[in-house]
């Protein structure tokens, strides 16, 4: 027994170093990336969209929720009514029929409109939607951001659930995100006018967890907050104040980085210059291996209220920054 026992030491020595030196060498494999058709710029043509939030559910598809610019506009005042959209190639996109739109939100202003930028989760085996919406005539300080839950990602038969209360300050409560972590915990965002605000969001996805924060250490904040995670960093993506000669409107879109879901952030540089329209407000997701920027522009109709919905691939360096983005446009 003892011959054995010595002559198996070796062995087993043998089979753990192997073991570890294979552990150090071996790299984990590459997300197999599915080079897929590019729809060409603006690809939805038959109505005006924007602030495009795009998501990746479970059935495999890839949805984005956009506001809708009314023609004729008035600014962003009539802005009212939402769609969805789908695709599982980049090229084909199912519209899926307007499924809220301001005449249903019961505590809303009475004139309608103001229905902007908006999100969309999923936990619980529930598909929740968030949207800002003013409850009073006296738009500009009365926002608020409502929620609703469908069975569906196509929010088909969604139910409003009322708003997130505990905010604080309704003055530009706009541009809603929602982020779910790996760990399964939601966080959400608002922001306009300079200002972000994120905390907690409990399990029940409509209530608030804890306190409010007040996001530091971004260069030029002015709206539209997009949070998302890559290789274990969190990434803010956000609209600036730029402006062109004349002192034309031109938001860039530009992101920051942290080992936080609520920072503090560290700015690292543009993700996307101005467009051919005054605002950006964009959402980055990836989609069978391929990272992409959706965004907005005015390529149709030329007037910084109409605007429409692009897409871009959007390529990460080493480092784990993000490469400036590549407009392109339909031939």
Not at 246 to 266: E, F, H, I, T
Request: aromatic share 14%; glycine share 10%; net charge negative.
């Amino acid at each position: 027994m003892k011959i054995n026992h010595l002559i198996t030491i070796p062995v087993l020595l043998a089979a753990l170093l192997a073991s570890a030196s294979c552990g150090c060498d071996k790299t984990a494999p590459k997300e197999e990336v599915v080079e897929l058709q590019m729809p060409g710029n603006p690809f939805i043509t038959d109505i005006y969209l924007a602030d495009p939030s795009a998501h990746v559910w479970g059935d495999g598809r890839l949805y984005v929720y956009p506001s809708h610019d009314n023609d004729p506009p008035r600014g962003c005042d009539l802005m009212d009514g939402y769609h969805v959209y789908s695709t599982d190639d980049m090229v084909h996109w199912t519209d899926h029929g307007e499924f809220l739109h301001s005449r249903d939100v019961e505590w809303g202003r009475p004139e309608g409109g103001f229905m902007w930028a908006p999100d969309a989760a999923f936990k619980n085996g529930k598909y929740y939607y968030y949207f800002p919406h003013p409850s009073g005539t006296d738009w500009n300080n009365t926002w608020k951001v409502g929620i609703g839950v469908s069975d569906k990602p196509t929010m088909e038969n969604l139910k409003l659930l009322g708003y997130l209360e505990g905010l604080g300050d309704a003055f530009s409560m706009i541009d809603p995100c929602v982020f779910v972590d790996d760990d399964g915990q939601a966080y959400f965002y608002y922001g306009g006018g300079g200002r972000m605000i994120g905390c907690k969001l409990k399990d029940n996805m409509t209530e608030i967890d804890g306190p409010v924060v007040t996001m530091t250490g971004m260069k030029d904040y002015h709206e539209g907050p997009w949070v998302f995670k890559n290789n274990g960093k969190y990434y803010l993506m956000y609209a600036d104040n730029h402006q062109e000669p004349g002192n034309r409107g031109a938001n860039q879109l530009r992101y920051c980085w942290s080992d936080s879901p609520l920072g503090p952030w560290q700015y690292q540089g543009i993700i996307l210059t101005p467009t051919d329209c005054d605002t950006s407000h964009g959402s980055i997701v990836k989609y069978k291996g391929q990272w992409y920027l959706f965004y907005h522009n005015c390529n149709i109709s030329h007037q910084g209220n109409l605007r429409s919905i692009c897409v871009d691939k959007l390529y990460f360096n080493e480092d784990g920054t993000i490469r400036e983005v590549v407009q392109t446009f339909a031939k």
